[in-house]
């Protein structure tokens, strides 16, 4: 494994006086927050997140960014600087770091959640973990980062300002203008705003709420709906949200203590977040308040709050589980109460509603989001008053919108067009190189970028390109496997070929291709020497030209044929 050095090498033919911004990642798509600054011969990163697969991408568990620039530029790479600690932001780190191991810096919740990351990949020893709080400045070759508190779904979450020698960077990471926060840890704008007054050379913005007018709602928001649920509820209640909204799970806590309930978390993800904030004083668990989740069904059920995470309907998830009654603690049981307190991510619609199905079908009264009265949940991204205060407060030369897909991206940018501080704005996309320098700012060319597929978090199991075209070949058409029996000394076949097919139309549904298709077969291998028929790559591929030719003939279908010669 690399570890960093920080001498300089020979300089790269990056002028000293020019400026790069570089995302890539999280510009066009919603996920994989990533961005490059380089000024000279000094590189820092910010954020590095994973996304969640679209469904063509079959059995894809994990996208994180292709990091073929940094890795060309190893030498330059001084550090990843991280926002907070959801999985857009982090969740690529573990695949990261076993090729750049670089030194990492966030808050204490942000670092803490990256530490039992790296720990499952084995990396958290060779880590260069450094913790910083808000406040705090940080320097880095020509780079000097002070990080910034600010109001999002998370705890300890920041933006930062980055001094470069052509002026001050602001990357807002997510954020929302939250006056009233639960845990009363304001956004620090008077400090943006002291940037601001100061000048600004570019803002880099989060766009993700950049279609919704008005402002977002606080936090506090949310209260009225959930002490509603206490107030009616008589059974047990259960309410999945994000396992990191460390403040809706205090509220949760304080309404079960106030209607004499205790409380059990149940979902490893709920269990982990939530040991890690009570660690580190986010969160205030009262003595005698916390249920095993083995005691959940020996006590009364008006006696009983279980916070479980599931909340985007994930097949394994314990909500999941428990609404098909397949939970050994999670027990649903008529007019018990479900709470989804969490956004619908765009894409997880079907599983969450079916999930939201079997959950009626227990007898349970369900809640969710479904836009009328008080909300069970509320973003943590800022809507459009918000975002225009950001560009208000610190009037930049340059504005990026950063954190969306294209149509967020372009409506932020016409959010800033009424400023008249503004003197330019660039819609980038992933891989663009914007370039600043004296006379001004532009794009650039572009750097290699792209999506690293991963299977079941695995580090060494990168899905290629060509095994998702193959996956979605077979998921459409089927596999067609002809098993051959050929002796390997003489080449003489010693028994009729076997077809084994699934997913294809015609099992012999009296239409018997896979019947002709054995006299195929049988055909080739006649019209075949026997020193073909000894070299089992030849043959192979003179069974599977034919058998293909035929079976589109007959069936216009192109099954993923793989041919199978036993040595006999």
Known sequence: MWHGSSHHLTKTPVSDHKLEAIPLGGLGEFGMNMLALRYGDDIIVIDAGMMFPEAELLGVDVVVPDISYLLENREHVRAILLTHGHEDHIGALPFILGDLNVPVY??????????????????????????VRPKDRVTLGPFTVEFIHVTHSIVNATMLAITTPLGVVLHTGDFKVDP?????????????????????????????????PGYTPSERAVHEKLEDVFTRAENRIFVTCFASSIHRIQL?????????????FVGRSMVNNTEIAHRLGFLNVPDGILLRPNDIKQLNRNKVTVLIAGSQGEPLSALARAAVQNHKHAVIEPADTVVLSSRIIPGNEKAIFRMLNHLCKRGAQVVYEDGGGPPVHVSGHASQEELKLMLNLTKPRYFIPIHGEYRQLAKHLSLASHLKEVRETFLLESGDVLEFD?????????????RICIDSGN?????EDMVIR???????????????????????????????????????????ILQRAKDIIVQTLDESSGEERMDWGVIKEKIRADLKRFINKQTSKHPLILPVILEI
């Open 470 to 512: 193959d996956r979605r070949h077979i998921s459409e058409d089927g596999i067609v496997l002809p098993i051959i029996a050929i002796n390997r000394h003489s080449g003489k076949v010693e028994s009729l070929p076997e077809i084994v097919s699934r997913g294809f139309v015609s099992a012999d549904g009296g239409d018997g």
């Open 438 to 450: 004296s006379l001004g700012a532009r794009k650039a060319g572009r750097v290699n970028v792209g």
């Open 106 to 131: 966030g808050t204490p919740f942000t670092l803490a959640l990256v530490e039992g990351k790296l720990d499952e990949h084995g990396l958290l020893a060779s880590a260069q973990l450094h913790e």
């Open 252 to 264: 949760l806590i304080d309404l079960s203590l106030e209607y004499n309930r205790q409380i059990a």
């Open 459 to 463: 580090v060494g199991d990168v899905v």
């Open 180 to 212: 009233t926060p639960t845990d009363n840890e304001l956004f620090d704008l008077h400090t943006v705003a002291e940037y601001g007054q100061r000048g600004v050379l570019a803002l880099f913005s989060d766009s993700t709420n950049a279609e919704r």
